[in-house]
């Protein structure tokens, strides 16, 4: 008989293939999508998660100009507005008449019943 994995909310680990840091509880990898661990109890449970931040956006270059560069820069903040996390997600450049869309996503987990 296995036991339960006891599962403590916000506990986090490096991912063995992309080492990117994902919590503890994650079944598949949120960066990489590999799957980590093969639990037969969690995929008879329902997924309890949702999104409840989504945001999109699109940049466009004109078609003339020196090229632009970006820095992509996520920042974390807690409920008295101090900044908890920052880091920079990625960076690039636009030459005239390129197109970038970025998507941030926020994705919530609640444990199951």
């Known amino acids: 008989m296995n036991a339960a994995r006891t599962v403590v909310p916000g506990k986090t680990r490096a991912c063995p293939h992309c080492?990117?840091?994902?919590?503890?509880?994650?079944?598949?990898?949120?960066?990489?999508?590999?799957?980590?661990?093969?639990?037969a109890e969690a995929r008879r449970r329902p997924q309890r998660s949702y999104s409840p931040l989504r945001v999109e956006g699109t940049i466009?270059?004109?078609?003339?100009?020196?090229?632009?560069?970006?820095?992509v820069v996520l920042s974390i903040r807690n409920d008295r507005g101090e900044e908890t996390a920052r880091q920079v997600v990625g960076v690039g450049?636009?030459?005239?008449?390129?197109v970038r869309t970025f998507t941030l996503s926020v994705e919530v987990s609640a444990p199951p019943k």
């Open 19 to 39: 080492r990117a840091t994902i919590l503890d509880s994650a079944n598949v990898c949120p960066a990489c999508n590999h799957h980590l661990r093969f639990d």
């Open 60 to 71: 466009r270059h004109p078609s003339v100009g020196e090229a632009w560069e970006y820095s």
């Open 93 to 98: 450049a636009l030459n005239p008449a390129e």
